[in-house]
């Protein structure tokens, strides 16, 4: 069983910044690909970005290439989303989630973390 916790979100002006967090508690952390995506208002959850186990490949939504980077720190079994140039768009509720293996399907999921960009 993988628990994971994000943090970081929060109410932000566009254009500015934030970085989300997902602390994993599971020692499975360094073998799962983690990725990120979002429920905006009335939308479906869409991908965002994802890892590898080492963290040396990074795939990212066309929407947020370029703004947003995501990284990880096996050693704290974290994962984070340094989120930039944040647009109204943005907003929604930011899910981590856990592939345990690599197999391209996430077994796990996070309780989520509001990020509001005020225009």
């Known amino acids: 069983q993988v628990q994971l916790v994000e943090s970081g979100g929060g109410l932000v002006q566009a254009g500015g910044s934030l970085r989300l967090s997902c602390a994993a508690s599971?020692?499975?952390?360094?073998?799962?690909?983690m990725g990120w995506f979002r429920q905006g208002p009335g939308k479906e959850r869409e991908f965002v970005a994802r890892i590898s186990w080492s963290g040396s490949s990074t795939y990212y939504a066309d929407s947020v290439k370029g703004r947003f980077s995501i990284s990880r720190d096996n050693a704290k079994n974290t994962v984070y989303l340094q989120m930039n140039s944040l647009k109204s768009d943005d907003t929604a509720v930011y899910y981590c989630?856990?592939?345990?293996?690599?197999?391209?399907?996430?077994?796990?999921w996070g309780q989520g973390t509001q990020v509001t960009v005020s225009s």
């Open positions: 989630a856990a592939d345990v293996g690599g197999t391209g399907r996430y077994n796990y």
């Open positions: 599971a020692r499975t952390f360094s073998s799962s690909f």
